[in-house]
């Protein structure tokens, strides 16, 4: 099982953070806790969801004009094998001047007995049959941040980057297959077959956040990013809403609680994916955060 995979790497890193503690300079007495996540250079979260998702999608098929609908969710459930992790990393190189990196994954792998036929592309994975779908998703951003609004207990930034999204479905059972003859399309005897389609989508990233040293120990943030994207084979949009409170329990570190929404909506016609799809999460994260 994945998950003491994701609470041991957890541990790890608060063991970490904890060690480079007795290493890192005492910040100045005048600046609290907090203050100093809106000063220090480096500033790192890490943490683990615990998320509902919805994936739903259509791929196009050369032979097959079956009704491509899939609903991941609702076909195989969600109590499975799943990795969902979250990690961010800000430099500030001048008080006003940010650079942010993000990483989120969200592996998950689900069997089922389905009750009905399901198409996807040109095959038909069978009635009665045992399928396994594996979504394995990753978003990676590296942002420019400008404080445009900045004060000792508060600063409001605008964000401008590339955000790179990078999903595999992957399904795998006994499935016919549809074949263009002659004659017309036609449907072959049904062999174990896996399916895996990627769709990698470069997307620019534009929105506004903001933090608030609300007391010594309670830290407040909220970003919010919104685009819409018609290019080179992509035409959709995606949305992102975050927000968070963390409890310095020191200096240096502090842990936090969050909330996060994401949503793409997106026709692809690129890389080895031909159709629509739909993909969503939300739900708390859990995090760890250190200064220095």
Same mark, same amino acid.
């Given at each position: 099982?994945?998950?003491?995979?994701?609470?041991?790497?957890?541990?790890? =890193?608060?063991?970490?953070?904890?060690?480079?503690?007795?290493?890192?300079?005492?910040?100045?007495?005048?600046?609290?806790?907090?203050?100093?996540?809106?000063?220090?250079?480096?500033?790192? &979260?890490?943490?683990?969801?615990?998320?509902?998702?919805?994936?739903?999608?259509?791929?196009?098929?050369?032979?097959?004009?079956? !009704?491509?609908?899939?609903?991941?969710?609702?076909?195989?459930?969600?109590?499975?094998?799943?990795?969902?992790?979250?990690?961010?990393?800000?430099?500030?190189?001048?008080?006003?001047?940010?650079?942010?990196?993000?990483?989120?994954?969200? !592996?998950?792998?689900?069997?089922?007995?389905? !009750?009905?036929?399901?198409?996807?592309?040109?095959?038909?994975?069978?009635?009665?049959?045992?399928?396994?779908?594996?979504?394995?998703?990753?978003?990676?951003?590296?942002?420019?941040? %400008?404080?445009?609004?900045?004060? /000792?207990?508060?600063?409001? @930034?605008?964000?401008?980057?590339?955000?790179?999204? #990078?999903?595999?479905?992957?399904? &795998?059972?006994?499935?016919?297959?549809?074949? #263009?003859?002659?004659?017309?399309?036609?449907?072959?005897?049904?062999?174990?077959?896996?399916?895996?389609?990627? @769709?990698?989508?470069?997307?620019?990233?534009?929105?506004?956040?903001?933090?608030?040293?609300?007391?010594?120990? =309670? *830290?407040?943030? $909220?970003?919010?990013?919104?685009?819409?994207?018609?290019?080179?084979?992509?035409?959709?949009?995606?949305? !992102?809403?975050?927000?968070? $409170?963390?409890?310095?329990?020191? #200096?240096? %570190?502090?842990?936090?609680?969050?909330?996060?929404?994401? $949503?793409?909506? =997106? #026709?692809?016609?690129?890389?080895? *994916?031909?159709?629509?799809?739909?993909?969503?999460?939300?739900?708390?994260? @859990?995090?760890?955060?250190? /200064?220095?």
């Amino acid at each position: 099982m994945r998950r003491p995979r994701l609470v041991h790497t957890i541990q790890l =890193v608060a063991a970490s953070l904890i060690a480079a503690f007795f290493t890192i300079p005492v910040r100045a007495q005048s600046s609290s806790p907090t203050e100093g996540l809106l000063k220090d250079r480096f500033v790192i &979260s890490f943490g683990g969801f615990a998320v509902t998702s919805n994936i739903n999608g259509s791929l196009a098929g050369s032979a097959n004009t079956t !009704d491509q609908k899939i609903d991941f969710d609702k076909e195989f459930g969600t109590d499975a094998e799943q990795t969902r992790l979250r990690a961010d990393a800000l430099w500030r190189i001048t008080p006003r001047h940010h650079l942010r990196f993000s990483y989120f994954t969200n !592996d998950v792998r689900r069997t089922r007995t389905i !009750d009905r036929d399901l198409a996807w592309g040109d095959y038909t994975f069978l009635l009665g049959g045992q399928v396994t779908a594996e979504t394995k998703f990753r978003v990676y951003e590296l942002a420019y941040e %400008f404080a445009f609004l900045r004060r /000792a207990n508060y600063e409001i @930034v605008a964000i401008a980057g590339i955000h790179y999204e #990078d999903l595999t479905l992957k399904l &795998s059972g006994n499935a016919s297959l549809t074949v #263009d003859t002659p004659m017309g399309p036609a449907e072959q005897a049904a062999t174990f077959t896996t399916k895996s389609n990627s @769709v990698p989508a470069p997307l620019p990233v534009f929105g506004f956040r903001a933090e608030w040293a609300v007391s010594p120990h =309670v *830290f407040l943030e $909220a970003a919010g990013q919104l685009f819409t994207l018609n290019y080179q084979g992509i035409d959709g949009n995606w949305s !992102d809403l975050r927000a968070g $409170a963390t409890w310095m329990f020191s #200096d240096h %570190f502090g842990v936090g609680l969050g909330f996060d929404r994401f $949503a793409t909506h =997106v #026709d692809v016609a690129k890389g080895s *994916f031909n159709g629509r799809l739909n993909l969503g999460y939300q739900g708390l994260l @859990v995090y760890l955060k250190g /200064a220095f």
